[in-house]
């Protein structure tokens, strides 16, 4: 059973750096792709990041470089280095997890929340 759980999220000022990781318990990592979704007050959730078995990535439009995803199979854990934040970057943050991009079941964290301000 996939369990995932979130950490690394906090209070950050704007321009600054977050690490997130994602550790899946449970299961084998390597058999998922993983991907990132926030969701900001008031809106609905989106896609932040993604990461295929393969190692393939990609980010929303929003990101514009910023940020990074990696994965360590060998940990069951996914990481998403977050650069340059800014206050709209503020929001929930999941860890979500599927056998393929758009089949299979799916999984998610419970979430952590990120806070950009000065």
């Known amino acids: 059973q996939v369990q995932l759980v979130e950490s690394g999220g906090g209070l950050v000022q704007p321009g600054g750096s977050l690490r997130l990781s994602c550790a899946n318990s449970g299961s084998t990592q390597d058999h998922y792709a993983m991907k990132w979704y926030r969701q900001r007050l008031g809106m609905e959730r989106e896609l932040v990041a993604g990461?295929?078995?393969?190692?393939?990535?990609l980010f929303g439009d929003f990101v514009e470089g910023r940020f990074a995803m990696s994965r360590d199979n060998a940990k069951s854990t996914v990481f998403l280095q977050m650069n340059s934040l800014k206050p709209e970057d503020t929001a929930v943050y999941y860890c979500?997890?599927?056998?393929?991009?758009?089949?299979?079941?799916?999984?998610w964290g419970k979430g952590i929340l990120v806070t950009v301000s000065s």
């Open positions: 979500h997890a599927r056998r393929g991009w758009s089949y299979g079941a799916e999984y």
């Open positions: 990461i295929s078995k393969t190692g393939s990535s």
